[in-house]
């Protein structure tokens, strides 16, 4: 459990050094590293059930990530499997709402240049493909699932 309290940290981390408004600033000194000397480590999200990833940051600003349910923690756990789910996160009120859910245990999430996202699915009950949703319909199109006829793993 300690490596996925690290994971979720260090997302949280790099969002934090991503979108920081000291960061953004025009004039900053960027020279000493990637996380500017006054950002502040702050806990924006906990209500991942395993593994947050895929963090991406919509053309509106909003923030989307993966929450991966991995079927052996829930066994351990001896709870039901979670189907993955796809987090919206308002950076302006720091509210996470569920975007999609079941996710197709999506892991990767991208904008592609028209807006839509991209989300490439993974394994262990998901979806194991590459898909296109289109964030004005709604609608989600499978670019891609297949490798020389078998399933992506």
């Given at each position: 459990?300690?490596?996925?309290?690290?994971?979720?940290?260090?997302?949280i981390?790099?969002?934090?050094?991503?979108?920081?408004?000291?960061?953004?600033?025009?004039?900053?000194?960027?020279?000493?590293?990637?996380?500017?000397?006054?950002?502040?480590?702050?806990?924006?999200?906990?209500?991942?059930?395993?593994?947050?990833?895929?963090?991406?940051?919509?053309?509106?600003?909003?923030?989307?990530?993966?929450?991966?349910?991995?079927?052996?923690?829930?066994?351990?756990?001896?709870?039901?499997?979670?189907?993955?789910?796809?987090?919206?996160l308002?950076?302006?009120?720091?509210?996470?709402?569920?975007?999609?859910?079941?996710?197709?245990?999506?892991?990767?999430?991208?904008?592609?240049?028209?807006?839509?996202m991209?989300?490439?699915?993974?394994?262990?009950?998901?979806?194991?493909?590459?898909?296109?949703?289109?964030?004005?319909?709604?609608?989600?199109?499978?670019?891609?699932?297949?490798?020389?006829?078998?399933?992506?793993?």
């Open positions: 459990m300690h490596s996925v309290l690290s994971h979720r940290l260090l997302a981390a790099l969002f934090l050094a991503v979108a920081s408004p000291a960061w953004s600033q025009p004039g900053k000194d960027k020279a000493d590293g990637i996380v500017p000397p006054d950002a502040k480590l702050e806990m924006i999200f906990d209500k991942g059930v395993v593994l947050t990833e895929g963090v991406a940051v919509a053309p509106d600003g909003m923030v989307y990530f993966s929450d991966i349910t991995f079927t052996h923690v829930f066994k351990e756990k001896k709870l039901p499997t979670e189907a993955g789910h796809i987090w919206k308002d950076p302006k009120t720091l509210k996470a709402t569920i975007f999609r859910s079941p996710s197709g245990m999506s892991n990767g999430i991208k904008f592609d240049a028209e807006g839509n991209l989300v490439a699915e993974g394994a262990d009950y998901g979806g194991r493909r590459v898909v296109k949703t289109d964030m004005k319909t709604g609608k989600s199109y499978i670019l891609a699932g297949l490798f020389e006829g078998r399933p992506f793993n």
